[in-house]
């Protein structure tokens, strides 16, 4: 199986700050002939399910504000928040969909310095 | 909008069987770019993904290999809904199980259910 190992696993930002966590895939996650990278970004709210921020590594889902930006390729991938916000308190994810059985990060859990 | 509505009972004995059920709305679960997942969340295991079925002329399902002597997922396209059966269950299998629509070509969650959680326990 492909191990997504997330840093650091906690974090704490000012309000305004940028903040970015870290995964690191244990394989290669894009196929070269399509420069695709299958990987996703998820945040997670207390009491609340994952809900998906950036797929394809890069692309913002419809509605996700602009701020959260996803980077990487290859094993190392990025998600940063480029101005934190006290709505983005929550836990992070990352999840790769390049092959059988699909894998979560740890997760990244964010709060307010 | 996509919604996945989850119900099933909250406490299950051990070696009994755990039965879920998702009720989708806004996608058909014949949808040729969806799958349709088990996903399940607890602080031992983190999330991890349990299995799928989806419709490609005719039903597939793939699983996860640590739960494949023990999962079913269904389809009732009748109802438009998928069905999660896990047998014999211990503590172990006590979690918050999320219903979670896939999309393809690629394999990302786009749609999750409010999720349900679990307790396996006499």
């Known amino acids: 199986d492909i191990v997504l190992t997330q840093s650091p696993d906690s974090l704490a930002v000012s309000l305004g700050e940028r903040a970015t966590i870290n995964c690191k895939s244990s394989q290669i996650i894009s196929y070269s002939s399509s420069y695709k990278n299958y990987l996703a970004w998820y945040q997670q709210r207390p009491g609340q399910p994952p809900r998906l921020l950036i797929y394809w590594a890069s692309t913002r889902e419809s509605g996700v504000p602009d701020r959260f930006s996803g980077g990487g390729s290859g094993t190392d991938f990025t998600l940063t928040i480029s101005s934190l916000q006290a709505e983005d308190v929550a836990t992070y994810y990352c999840q790769q969909y390049y092959a059988l059985p699909y894998t979560l990060g740890q997760g990244t859990k964010l709060e307010i310095k | 909008q996509v919604q996945l509505q989850q119900s099933g009972p909250g406490l299950v004995k051990p070696s009994q069987t755990l039965s879920l059920t998702c009720a989708v709305s806004?996608?058909?679960?014949?949808?040729?770019?969806?799958?349709w997942a088990w996903i399940r969340q607890s602080p031992s295991r983190g999330l991890e993904w349990l299995g799928r079925?989806?419709?490609?002329?005719?039903?597939?399902?793939d699983y996860e290999e640590s739960v494949k002597s023990q999962i079913t997922i269904n389809s009732d396209t009748s109802k438009n809904q998928i069905s999660l059966l896990l047998s014999s269950v211990t503590p172990e299998d006590t979690a918050v199980y999320y219903c979670?629509?896939?999309?393809?070509?690629?394999?990302?969650?786009?749609?999750w259910g409010q999720g349900t959680l679990v307790t396996v326990s006499s």
């Open positions: 979670v629509r896939e999309i393809h070509p690629g394999g990302y969650f786009q749609n």
């Open positions: 079925t989806f419709y490609r002329s005719q039903w597939s399902s």
């Open positions: 806004g996608d058909s679960i014949s949808s040729n770019t969806a799958a």
